[in-house]
């Protein structure tokens, strides 16, 4: 499957931006979709996952309460709201599918950059 995420940009601190990911190549519904994130000279962490069949939800603590992951399996797309950002969200941001037979992350798009300023 190929992903490709758009919707980063430049945002104030307290701010919102919609990140969406577009998925092409196998049937989309079959897959977890996820974000991760990773700063300037940190690892790439985890953002949020949205499971493939019941369409529930995980979220990192610092993200919870403020970003909200979704998908449209109709437009084979995952979409990541981001409200209330903050300096420390600041990152370049990248959507992951799931391995439907593992839980791994076999696939990932190019990513997009988010910065927050203060």
């Known amino acids: 499957v190929q992903l490709q995420a758009s919707g980063g940009g430049l945002v104030q601190a307290g701010g919102s931006l919609r990140l969406s990911c577009a998925a092409s190549g196998r049937t989309f519904s079959n897959y977890g979709m996820a974000w991760f994130r990773q700063a300037s000279g940190k690892e790439r962490e985890f953002v949020a996952l949205?499971?493939?069949?019941?369409?529930?939800?995980s979220y990192a603590d610092s993200v919870k309460g403020r970003f909200t992951i979704s998908r449209d399996n109709a437009k084979n797309t995952v979409f990541l709201q981001m409200n209330n950002l903050k300096p420390e969200d600041t990152a370049v941001y990248y959507c992951a599918a799931q391995s439907p037979s593992s839980s791994n992350y076999a696939y990932w798009g190019q990513g997009t950059q988010v910065t927050v300023s203060s």
């Open positions: 949205v499971r493939r069949n019941s369409g529930t939800t």
